[in-house]
């Protein structure tokens, strides 16, 4: 098997907004990686510093077939689960792409096909990727569920802001910490190269001084007009809430609506639980 490096470009060299063919046998040179310091550098986290996180990008593909060495097509739902410090991320389109080349590609069974998906996309995400598949036959016992917290979106508050606005965000610093999870289905952003809306619900954990909520749902509506793929916007998430709330202890967990049949869920941490975060798939994915 030959082992293709994708090509590492800005994302406004991609495939993004462009018409594309779709190749239908199997093509690793389809994925396109972008680096992840760009963005970061916009955070303030410069190239060689430590991550003030660390976490995971979960990524589920619905639309996932090839066939057999008799020609009958194969189906099945592949879960990817990247580390958050690999040095990029695959475009999600290249991503699609990509997958489709498998739909007239024979291959021996499962393995074979895991084998070329974990050498590919680790090495499009310049790290290794862990990666299972769930089959026809296990479909039956795949459940949804939705992130637990308590809702932010419950409250009445006025918004003329749609653009992110750390200063929003406060924390009442001479009170007790407390511990809690709060949570908001009304988190929508576009995407950094064609302005397409994504769709999102976001879970914070943390451990520290009381985070004003309704300041908080504002920031979080704030993202509506705001530019950027999945993985930066939970790290901006992150990062705006550690400096201005200043908690001991942070989680910030996204779940974003599937396109293409892709879902993207990035999750960052401070502290570790001793386990992933759920990949329970939620309404309205």
Request: proline share 6%.
């Amino acid at each position: 098997m030959t082992i293709t490096t994708p090509p590492t470009g800005a994302p406004e060299a991609s495939l993004l907004g462009k018409p594309a063919t779709y190749q239908s046998h199997y093509d690793a040179s389809l994925l396109f990686s972008i680096a992840r310091q760009d963005k970061r550098n916009e955070l303030g986290l410069v190239t060689g510093s430590t991550l003030p996180f660390f976490g995971i990008d979960i990524w589920n593909a619905y639309e996932l077939s090839w066939l057999n060495l008799r020609g009958k097509p194969q189906i099945a739902i592949a879960t990817i689960t990247v580390p958050a410090d690999s040095p990029n991320i695959i475009e999600s389109k290249s991503l699609k792409l990509y997958l489709n080349s498998f739909n007239q590609t024979r291959l021996e069974g499962t393995e074979a096909l895991l084998e070329r998906l974990r050498t590919d996309l680790s090495n499009g995400f310049g790290a290794p990727v862990q990666l299972t598949l769930a089959l026809p036959d296990q479909f039956g016992t795949l459940r949804f569920g939705e992130l637990d917290g308590i809702l932010l979106d419950r409250l009445d508050i006025e918004v003329d802001t749609y653009t992110p606005d750390s200063a929003l965000l406060r924390a009442a610093q001479h009170e007790p910490a407390v511990e809690e999870t709060l949570v908001s289905h009304l988190l929508k952003s576009n995407c950094l190269v064609t302005g397409q809306p994504d769709w999102g619900s976001v879970q914070i954990k943390y451990i520290g001084a009381a985070i004003d909520q309704e300041r908080l749902l504002r920031y979080l509506i704030g993202f509506r007009e705001h530019n950027e793929f999945h993985e930066q916007c939970v790290e901006r998430i992150f990062m705006d809430i550690l400096r201005q709330c200043r908690p001991q202890k942070l989680a910030v967990y996204g779940r974003y609506t599937r396109r293409g049949g892709l879902d993207i869920n990035p999750w960052r941490s401070n502290f570790s639980t001793g386990r992933a975060p759920s990949n329970l798939r939620n309404a309205r994915q």
